[in-house]
């Protein structure tokens, strides 16, 4: 059943706009089923479940308050997904983004791996990042526009912009910088971008780059902008090229070939 | 050890600046693998850690790849994790984000149950979205400044705002939703923007509304603004309130009577 279907039919059926966020954390739920349950997660949401099913359109799952108990967490999330009567519809909220082969696989973890009715996604990575989401037509993904948080404000509200909005988060990490423990994420496929949030963040703060190798960065520029003066406090990321080097049973070995050489490559470059 | 030591002193020791990426993904993994072991992730990244961790400062593993394997995919990453030798920084890349009460549980996943060193997370909600994660003072966080994809630029490279973000990014939902299968979180905190999304994305596309209760968004103006002009396609989500009503044997039933009023507020300002 495609997804508007599934909602309109239950909103319809229990007459309810609501939905239930099964935000289940751990430390807030009756101490008597932490202490009489193995499974206290998925005991209390089924008891919510089975007192609230008639009455919403829909239950949400944060999948923070999950993932924060590892995997004991997700096992109840699993159970909890398929405990949830069939005509209710539901959404996993994950606030996933990624660059698009690899939100290609957040969506199969959401849709198809946990059977979710619709998921929740961040779009400041843009198109390519929300598309692998939207291929799944009969399941609805919900992208962040305007966040119920004091701080939504910080980006979200920005009517002005003195420079390109990725210079302004990049300020605005020089701000939050305070505990001395922020980095910043710049691809190595816009070398000018690396070079000016290079120069807004200075010498201390460490840049993660991706994007050499498959997505087709260029090596040295990525060090002659990335790196701080010292040539250090840049952490270059290389995955597919140096991972799958092999099929065979020596695989590893062509890994450590691709890593070998790169390494040097970079350390050519720096100064 | 703090972040930065640990970096420097690998950087130093392995003369490298590279990280190896394990983006360990299940279909692309040698097929010998997978038929000869129960536990292939695993064996895949124990063979290329063995074989380039004198070449690397850094392991990072995406956990798209993990999540997509389910329960198994995440027990991989756990073990991956524990493996990786005690001197080599390890970044989890979940690109993570949430509001702050929230966010603070994903923090304690990585860094606390997971063991991170560090981890990427998305900065579109802001500052209070950010803030759990660096209260970890001996951790690192890269933010997402400017992504290596070509859809960056659709918001990162924003130079010039015709109206503020927020009805930027509505408008490219509604623009993004050629499948029919686009929603947009808007918080019930925000009644006036609201609105103004609901007028950008028209009837048919559903919103998801977090915010009312705890966050103390305003029920009645968030059925007005918040439906369509069928009094549907929205879903207002509540949590704390309903699920933490009782704390006793019968907490369901305390949740029960939440969400009934709740339901029936609701209804009576529907149209």
């Known amino acids: 059943m495609n997804w508007r279907e599934k909602l309109t039919r239950v ?14 954390d751990a430390k807030k739920i009756p101490p008597f089923l932490i202490e009489s349950s193995a499974t206290p997660l998925f005991e209390f949401n089924k008891a919510i479940i089975d007192a609230t099913k008639d009455l919403v359109c829909a239950y949400k799952l944060n999948m923070a308050f999950y993932e924060a108990e590892g995997l004991k967490g997700m ?4 159970r909890t997904v398929r405990y ?3 005509n209710i519809f539901v959404i996993l909220d994950g606030k996933r983004n990624d660059i698009g082969n690899t939100a290609q696989k957040y969506a199969h973890a959401l849709f198809e791996t946990l059977h979710a009715d619709a998921v ?11 598309a692998p989401f939207l291929e799944y037509k009969d399941k609805c993904s919900f992208i962040l526009c305007r966040t119920s948080n004091p701080s939504a404000h910080d980006f979200q509200d920005l009517t002005v912009l003195t ?9 605005k ?28 963040l200075g010498d201390d703060i460490p840049l993660l780059i991706p994007g050499i190798g498959k997505q087709g960065g260029d090596i040295e520029k990525t060090i002659q902008n990335g790196t701080n003066t010292d040539g250090e406090m840049a952490i270059i990321n290389s995955s597919r090229d140096i991972i799958f080097a092999g099929k065979s049973q020596d695989f590893a070995d062509h890994s450590r070939k691709k890593a070998e050489a790169l390494r040097n490559d970079i350390n050519t470059h720096r100064p």
Chains 1, 2 share one sequence.
């Open 163 to 171: 420079a390109p909005l990725y210079q302004v988060v990049a300020k």
């Open 11 to 24: 909103t319809h059926q229990n007459n309810s706009l609501l939905c239930v966020g099964l935000d289940t």
């Open 84 to 86: 949830i009567p069939k």
């Open 120 to 130: 929740t996604i961040n779009p400041y990575l843009g198109k390519d990042g929300i």
């Open 173 to 200: 990490i020089r701000e939050w910088n305070t505990n001395n423990n922020c980095g910043a994420v710049v691809g190595a496929t816009y070398p000018e971008e690396l070079k000016v949030v290079r120069g807004i």
């Open 75 to 78: 096992e109840a999330l699993e």
